[in-house]
């Protein structure tokens, strides 16, 4: 069983200071627009994935005149799980950047740093640093360590949106679940990354084909990897999709999820690399010329269909929110089964969208985990289903008051 007890947060977007206890159960965030409701679950998501859901930039993260004078900003939360409680700190340095050069490097605060520690902006950069039980603790190991699954009005992109979207709800829920798999993931990235380098400089002929073939062995080792590592937990997702599709719209209706890779999985790790091999082979003129890997796991899709219908084509926007609706609570479903322990449920304002019937229902599921987090810009909605039962807090202006 795991929750968040705690959170604190120092100058983290328009929160200059914040100190919340929390209860394990439901807590409901409510308030006006723009008054740091999403910001509060924003960091709550931090503390499971390393990572903003919404910050194209880290730097935005910093509140601006703390920035401005250089002061840190700080995610802080104690986690109770089983036996233990411990903490996952998520800090960042906001540093000036000077545009000057050293050697053809860019100077912060008079000494050389590396451009892949920092967040570029303007004349500002963060390093982020976080720390578990007080030790120094990579993104990559934080992840999974608190299971968490966020709910919010852009998930109706599961359905609309672009490939790439889908693939990084199931790197995410894998991620969790696995610690290997994102280390494969990242692997992977690197390699095509570095694959796409001596594409282009074959074309421009500053390199052989022997150091393709290097590349083409790590990529086909990686990609590998992470497609049977997806088709795997694809069958187990599926499942969970069709009962929570079946419980939310009350038709006898089937929601099916089938994984599209862009390499055929084979019967197993090995076949699928000998098949990843020859698909490679067919394509290598055309990557030649468009300087870029042109198959592997960063082309893939998943299809959502309701009796064999395209929702991404021909679903309304009834539809694609039920189906959305449904991968998250698939995704709960998924992390409770694959590590034996309920992940936190965040909902950013979604209950409003929904009509009676689904949000009765999204709220009998989502109340039976540990802990739930909601966020409404209209209490009574909350209150309507769910009494004095949970925990109310009023946010306005970046501060929050306890009003249970």
């Not at 810009?377 to 009494?387: I, R, S």
Request: hydrophobic letters at 40%; a neutral charge; proline letters at 2%.
């Amino acid at each position: 069983m795991t929750h968040i007890s705690q959170l604190t947060l120092s100058n983290f977007r328009n929160f200059v200071h914040l100190d919340l206890q929390l209860k394990s159960g439901v807590c409901v965030f409510f308030g006006g627009n723009a008054q740091g409701k999403t910001t509060i679950l924003e960091a709550m998501y931090l503390l499971a994935i390393a990572r903003s859901f919404r910050a194209e930039n880290e730097r935005e993260l910093v509140n601006f005149k703390a920035a401005a004078v250089g002061e840190q900003a700080l995610v802080s939360g104690a986690i109770e799980k089983k036996d233990e409680r411990f903490s996952v700190y998520v800090g960042y340095q906001p540093q000036l950047k000077h545009r000057e050069s050293n050697n053809g490097k860019s100077t912060v605060n008079g000494s050389l740093a590396e451009t892949a520690s920092f967040v570029d902006n303007s004349n500002v950069s963060v390093r982020k640093q976080i720390r578990v039980r007080r030790k120094p603790c990579t993104g990559t190991e934080l992840v999974g360590l608190v299971g968490a699954v966020l709910f919010s009005a852009d998930d109706i992109e599961l359905v609309y949106g672009s490939p790439a979207i889908r693939r990084r709800y199931l790197d995410i829920l894998l991620s969790q679940s696995d610690s290997n798999y994102i280390k494969m993931l990242q692997r992977y990235r690197r390699v095509v990354q570095q694959r796409n380098q001596v594409l282009k400089a074959l074309k421009e002929r500053r390199a052989n084909l022997d150091e393709l073939d290097f590349w083409d062995d790590q990529l086909i080792k990686e990609g590998s990897g992470v497609i049977w590592r997806r088709n795997d937990a694809m069958g187990r997702l599926a499942i969970f999709a069709t009962e929570h599709y079946k419980n939310l719209s009350d038709l006898n209706q089937i929601l099916a999820i089938t994984y599209l890779p862009s390499i055929p999985c084979g019967s197993d790790i090995g076949d699928t690399e000998y098949i990843f091999k020859n698909r490679l082979h067919e394509v290598k003129a055309r990557e030649l010329a468009q300087c870029s890997t042109a198959i592997g796991p960063h082309r893939d899709d998943v299809a959502l269909t309701v009796d064999q219908r395209d929702m991404g084509v021909f679903a309304s926007r009834g539809e694609a929110r039920s189906v959305a609706l449904s991968l998250r609570l698939s995704e709960a479903s998924y992390l409770s089964s694959a590590k034996g322990e309920e992940p936190i449920i965040l909902l950013d304002d979604v209950l409003s969208e929904m009509d009676m019937q689904r949000r009765i229902r999204v709220l009998q599921k989502i109340t039976a985990y540990e802990q739930a987090i909601i966020t409404t810009t209209d209490q009574d909605v909350v209150e309507l289903h769910l009494g004095s039962g949970p925990d109310y807090f009023h946010v306005l202006d970046g501060s929050v008051n306890n009003v249970t």
